[in-house]
């Protein structure tokens, strides 16, 4: 795994979004009820499906299409911004048009596919010159299975994918489905043997897929999900889950010479090293004796992945500081400065001149 772009994150799944719409029962209701539930739909959502002649339907908090089949979303408006699946960005897909119109934004998404299965939504920005924020009053969502009896599973681009188990988090296992009706199970690789969904500590979404709700090293190891649905049983890919030991917080960091006394005229490097989560990048900045007459310096940075015993990994992350040609003036303090998303780490060093 050397070489990897520091800013290595995994893509953001379609459907991983928050669903802001509520559940819409289907029942007929009587006439003071379905007044009362239409006007409450008014209130909370702008979103609505346009159907053949002209028509006009609210949107529940699911839907189910078959893929191929084409669909336009309205959004009431003059300033609408859309949410959907990443998927179509990433491929900048010709098939999804959005538009802004006088009255109302619109999503048109052609010849769907099941890769296509996630969330769509939509808010009102409210501007104040520059300054845009979004109207959490008025918004629309709907979660859109595009179901295919071929790919009862959401295409992925990949054939394997490492999911991170932190003990203070739930780690998601993404093989949501086309179906909302498909029988979804989940299955280690080695020993063979299916994982029983208690629905307390482990449960199946369809919009996320399996969630550990407290994960722990004992869930580390190789799974699959597989679904049936009025055929044969169709398999995921493979997820490899890895037990994540190091505690968030601040960079764990340390500092070392490679000698604490320099000859005159020798070389001298100075190493700061940080052992972290796997998928948390962390930046490094150094301050030393020669800085401000800009002594020139050479500084290295790059990180790798550690195994540390069967499952269990850790994201080393090292900075290098070589000075060549040493003189009086390098003499001194050396303090490297490590930055997480938790917040930053200084460790020094001395080096004197021998």
């Not at 808010?123 to 104040?128: A, V």
């Not at 979804?184 to 969904?197: C, N």
């Not at 979404?205 to 722990?216: E, L, M, R, S």
Request: include cysteine.
């Amino acid at each position: 795994l050397l070489g990897q772009p520091a800013k290595s994150k995994r893509a953001k799944e379609p459907g991983e979004n928050q669903i802001f719409s509520k559940k819409v029962k289907l029942k007929t209701p009587k006439m003071k009820e379905r007044e009362s539930a239409d006007s409450s739909l008014k209130s909370q959502s702008i979103l609505t499906q346009v159907m053949d002649k002209g028509r006009f339907q609210k949107l529940a908090a699911t839907l189910s299409l078959s893929a191929g089949q084409s669909i336009e979303l309205r959004c009431k408006g003059s300033n609408v911004t859309w949410n959907y699946p990443s998927y179509l960005d990433t491929f900048k897909d010709s098939r999804l048009t959005i538009k802004q119109l006088d009255r109302y934004g619109q999503l048109i998404l052609a010849n769907s596919t099941a890769a296509d299965t996630g969330e769509y939504s939509c808010w009102l920005q409210l501007c104040n010159g520059n300054k845009c924020r979004k109207d959490e009053t008025k918004a629309g969502s709907t979660y859109i299975f595009f179901t295919d009896k071929e790919e009862l599973f959401v295409p992925t681009p990949s054939y394997f994918e490492i999911v991170y188990l932190n003990p203070d988090k739930p780690a998601v296992i993404p093989c949501r489905v086309t179906s909302p009706s498909a029988k979804v199970t989940l299955h280690r690789e080695f020993p063979a043997e299916e994982i029983e969904t208690d629905g307390t500590d482990i449960i199946y979404d369809a919009k996320k897929g399996f969630v550990y709700q407290h994960p722990t090293s004992d869930h580390k190891g190789i799974v699959y999900c597989k679904a049936e649905s009025q055929g044969a049983p169709q398999i995921s890919i493979k997820y490899h889950l890895l037990y994540v030991e190091v505690p968030k917080g601040p960079p764990s960091t340390t500092i070392a010479a490679s000698s604490s006394r320099a000859e005159l005229s020798g070389s001298v490097h100075v190493m700061c090293t940080v052992l972290g989560e796997p998928d948390v990048d962390v930046d490094f900045r150094w301050q030393y004796p020669g800085q401000e007459s800009e002594r020139p310096v050479v500084i290295q940075s790059f990180w790798r992945l550690i195994n540390r015993g069967i499952g269990h990994t850790t994201r080393i992350s090292k900075s290098v500081l070589l000075i060549e040609d040493f003189e009086a003036k390098d003499a001194g303090n050396y303090v490297c400065i490590a930055q997480n998303l938790q917040g930053e780490t200084a460790v020094a060093t001395k080096i004197e001149l021998n």
